[in-house]
C-alpha cells in the first residue's frame, strides 16, 4: 500500500500567482524547484557525473546555450547544483550536484522506472491525452 501524500495546496495571492514564502504542499514546493522540463533532464546527466556545458548541450538536443545557462543558474541558486570555474585558458566550467541535488536522485529513479514500465504498454492500454500525443 503506497503511503500517504500530503497534498495540501499552496496558498496564492489575490491575483492566483504563488507565495513561496508559505507554501504548503510539499510536492508543489519541490516542483517549484524542478518542475521544468529542463531542469529536470539536466539532473539527469548530472546523476552520472561532472558535466561541462558542450556535454549538456550534446545530450540534450533542442536546448539553447541560452535556456542551459538560464537553468544552471536557477538549479545554483536553489543549491541543487555547483558551478566551477577552473583558471585556465580558454576558461573551464564544470558543473556538479550537491548533496541537496543528490536527494532527488530516488524520485528520478522512480521517474525513470514508471517511463520504462508506460514505455512498453500497448497504444490501446494508453488513454488518450486531450493535448495531443507524446512520440
Known amino acids: 500500500m503506497p503511503s500517504s501524500v500530503n497534498v495540501a495546496p499552496a496558498r496564492s495571492t489575490r491575483d492566483g500567482a504563488v507565495n513561496h514564502g508559505q507554501m504548503h ?37 533542442g536546448i539553447s546555450t541560452k535556456t542551459l545557462t538560464a537553468r544552471l543558474r536557477e538549479l545554483e541558486h536553489h543549491g541543487l547544483v555547483t558551478r566551477t570555474v577552473f583558471p585556465e585558458v580558454p576558461p573551464r566550467v564544470e558543473y556538479a550536484l550537491t548533496a541537496k541535488g ?34
Open 25 to 61: 504542499c510539499p510536492i508543489h514546493y519541490v516542483l517549484s524547484y524542478i518542475g521544468n522540463k529542463w531542469a529536470i533532464l539536466i539532473l539527469r546527466e548530472l546523476f552520472q557525473g561532472n558535466r561541462r556545458t558542450n556535454e549538456f548541450l550534446a545530450a540534450l538536443p
Open 102 to 135: 543528490r536527494e532527488i536522485q530516488p524520485i528520478m529513479t522512480a521517474l525513470s522506472q514508471v517511463g520504462q514500465q508506460w514505455m512498453v504498454q500497448r497504444p490501446t492500454d494508453i488513454t488518450p491525452s486531450p493535448y495531443g500525443t507524446r512520440p
